[in-house]
């Protein structure tokens, strides 16, 4: 994986004007896969999860959006949240200590717009990586299922731009890290690679990121659209389990210690996503200045044990701890998140979800 500060991303160039480029162009090559078998049905568990995405099919236009949204109040309302769960960070012996309520709102709003331009350019990405999956995955099964996700993540790009654009006042640009990875996962001709980046590790990003902001949020039109999307991106997650164990059981160890690194690389690129220098550089605060408060925070504490408490159980599932010798178990291990390892991966939280919906 090509280092961060090294990636040439949408954030990096400017046009004439000095704004951000309206397109981004990743150079790749992979080969298209047919396939001449048409018998439906011969991974079971994948074809259960491919019936249940055709029912659950929503269409954007039913989401209120007639819902009136005051993104001051909402940033008063999530900030008071995060009080009474104690998540915000000790501010005292800071310069940060004597803002003002009004400095304090803005932040929110900020930080609101960029969590949610994030998550609309991460699912671009989704969309043109599952586009992709379509093409290069080898079986009929799961090219069926992968093109359910690519109606998914068009709807899911829909929902954010237009939650932005009439809510909020418009999207920041995408976050270098997330850039990054993108490239990166887009890049590769590996079809494997596709699955892993985007299907385990962006979009394990995205249930934890979703999960965490629909349990704070009091906002009702953002509560029922994350509410729809996170039911979307699960089964994401969990089509990416199901379709990776059969490949990965048949690699070699060197293989599958290529993906280990893949997939911590992609964990701390994401992770450091998480420090939002674009808020700041709006807010006209030196990152340097926050960086060590950020870090500590208990909010993005509590994230990132939810980023790894989906990522780990599905890398254990997918054999990736313990590929050349565990050198993903040390590296997990040392971020302090390897017990996570135990949890239920995303497919058996799908799998149990169904059955109990008597799918």
């Not at 491919?50 to 008063?76: Q, R």
């Not at 960070?89 to 310069?95: A, N, R, V």
């Not at 990405?125 to 996700?149: M, S």
Request: charged share 25%; with cysteine; net charge negative.
């Amino acid at each position: 994986m090509t280092a961060v500060e090294d990636h040439r991303t949408a954030n990096d160039d400017v046009v004439a004007d000095g704004s951000a480029p309206s397109e981004h162009r990743v150079p790749s090559a992979y080969d298209a896969m047919f396939t001449w078998r048409y018998d439906k049905g011969s991974q079971p568990k994948l074809d259960r999860l491919y019936e249940k995405a055709k029912g659950a099919m929503w269409n954007a236009n039913e989401l209120p959006w007639e819902t009136e949204v005051d993104p001051e109040s909402v940033s008063h309302a999530n900030r008071a949240a995060m009080h009474e769960a104690g998540l915000e960070p000790d501010l005292s012996g800071t310069e940060f200590s004597s803002w003002t309520d009004a400095q304090w709102t803005e932040l929110g709003v900020e930080n609101q717009r960029w969590m949610l331009s994030q998550f609309l350019h991460g699912e671009q990405g989704a969309l043109l990586c599952t586009a992709r999956i379509v093409e290069t995955v080898p079986g009929i099964d799961a090219k069926y299922y992968a093109a359910t996700q690519v109606m998914d993540e068009a709807r899911h790009v829909e929902v954010f731009s237009r939650y932005l654009d009439t809510k909020l006042g418009g999207a920041y640009p995408i976050n270098k890290h997330l850039s990054a990875l993108l490239d990166d996962i887009i890049g590769d001709s590996r079809w494997d690679l596709t699955y892993l980046g985007m299907q385990i590790m962006v979009e394990g990003l995205a249930l934890a990121a979703f999960g965490m902001m629909h349990a704070t949020t009091t906002e009702p039109l953002l509560k029922e659209l994350l509410h729809r999307v996170m039911a979307d991106e699960a089964r994401h997650v969990a089509f990416g389990v199901l379709a990776l164990q059969d490949a990965y059981a048949d690699m070699t160890s060197a293989e599958l210690g290529e993906r280990a690194e893949f997939a911590y690389e992609a964990a701390v690129l994401m992770r450091d996503r998480l420090q939002a220098q674009e808020i700041w550089a709006r807010m006209g605060v030196p990152f340097e200045r926050v960086q060590e408060l950020i870090n500590r925070s208990p909010e993005r504490l509590l994230f990132q044990q939810l980023l790894f408490a989906k990522i780990v159980p599905n890398c254990r599932k997918l054999g990736l701890l313990d590929a050349r010798g565990g050198w993903l178990r040390e590296r997990f291990s040392d971020l302090g998140v390897i017990a996570f390892e135990h949890t239920p991966d995303t497919a058996e939280e799908q799998l149990a979800f169904a059955v109990a919906d008597g799918q």
